[in-house]
């Protein structure tokens, strides 16, 4: 029997497989994402990140090895399951991205806001990107245990629920608009609920990931960016409150999720 | 002087064409197959690459997803058992050009073969194995593209 | 410009190695528009080898419909831990990258 041609935006013809083809389109979907996993492009991102955390560069010459990212200099293992975190040196809360460009400017004498400024995936930033697959793949399977013992910990926690309800932009969108309730959807795409522990590998236990449709690696800050300028807000700048507040409310949220990432994504 | 440049270039252009269709003889390594990878469909391309017209055969297999995300990652494979293989192809019915990637087949690999190919739209793809005796093959399967939502 | 390291993994199994490659490479297919509107040139790895200990295994030849950032697969007869694996590519630029590993 001729299989029904499917156009591209034919979502209704999913409706009409042939007889043959009993498994659901979220099935198939699931089928082909697992058939990507081995050999996720992301790997090469994570190769050249730990080059540049041995590497000694910069005007210090120096390399990130003595970087702390939360559980004492240079423990990189285990350490992106508990970001973002209070940090005594800096005094406030930091998310996985921020925290290394704080590195990068301590220990190597590289220029913060330089970099904070730098476009996605270009100079110092596309760095950053590669140095956090690094530090993300270095705890993967490890499950989400963000610290929340210190009063700015449950401060940016409390401020991240309010940017994630904070509704504007011409759409009066809001994160909580895709991703406030179970069950929600575009197109072929789930989205998860993210007032809650979506579920292993789910949300923001699957970024840094790898997005074939651009074949880019995104990390969370680069995520959160795109999610406004999807919601038709003012992009947020890099290493901004608001961003790491709805991170830390995300990942306490997420508390007992088991990373996946650096994953790998549509 | 004018009339020997153009005779040059003439022949420049002449054996251009000549090395494009494959009539050329092969150097030590093998141009690359240019005619075969700007073939707009399966039966141009098999020719392009010297091979006889394909045939459908169970002997081949074609392995991929019912349904892609995304059109730029798609991942295929192609495999066949039968004795005096000499190539597997990979082509994609309705790209630009049909053929995505050729593998030689040596006595030392496993005749099978995995990659990635970019679909402009959701369309038939072939594995396409030559034999040694000059026999065509080839098994497709459907694989439909589909955009999805915002990448989350 | 020098091009970024391929990941090579080279699993024993059995009597065979099973090679996973993943190479990095823009793939650029000659068919996109900038924007400006003038058109991305052609860049893609048009010719992948392999050898085994240092003898030629496998010869392909790719077009810019392989994807970005290619992955490949393949497995080799005989061989065993220890085993010296090289992959290299070129593309229509003439750039070529090689890279080594040892199944494990």
New interface residues.
Partial sequence: MK?L??????LMGLALLPVQ?Q?S?AD??A???K??E????A??FE??GEALWKQKRGPKNASLESCDLGKGPGVVKGAFVELPRHFVDTKKVQDLESRLVTCMSTLQGLNADEIAKTPFGRGEQENVTALATYVAAASRGLRFNLPQAHAEERRMYEIGKRVFYFRGGPYDFSCASCHGEDGK?????D??NLNKNPGDGIGFAAWPA??????QMWGMQLRLN?CYR?QRFPYPGFGSEATIAVSTYMGVNAKGAESIAPSI?? | MVARRLVLERCAQVAGLLAAAGLLPSAARAAWPQAAFDAKNLADAVKALGGSAPVESKDVTLTG??????G??V?VGCACSLPGLKRLALLVEKNPNTLAAVFDVTDALEPNFST?VKMG??SNVFAVAMLGDGKVLYAQK?I????????? | MAA??M?IRAQAQGDKAVV?V?M?H?METGQRKDSAGKTIPAWFIQEVTAAHNGKTVLNAEWGPAV???P?L?FTIKGAKAGDKITVNWVDNRGEKRSDEATVT
């Avoid at chain 2, 997803?65 to 995304?70: H, R």
């Avoid at chain 2, 439909?144 to 989350?152: D, E, F, I, P, R």
């Fill in positions: 299989a041609w499917i156009g591209a935006a034919g083809a498994k389109s198939a979907i089928e082909y994402r058939m990507l081995d050999g996720n492009p790997d090469l190769a050249k959807r575009i197109r072929l795409q989205l998860p790898y997005r074939v449709s651009n074949g795109d999807q994504k549509r | 997803p019912d349904i892609a995300e995304n730029a990652v991942p990635r739209q959701s459907e439909k593209v589909t955009l999805g939502g915002c990448g989350g | 970024d390291p990941r996973r993943l990095s823009e994807s970005k950032n992955f697969q």
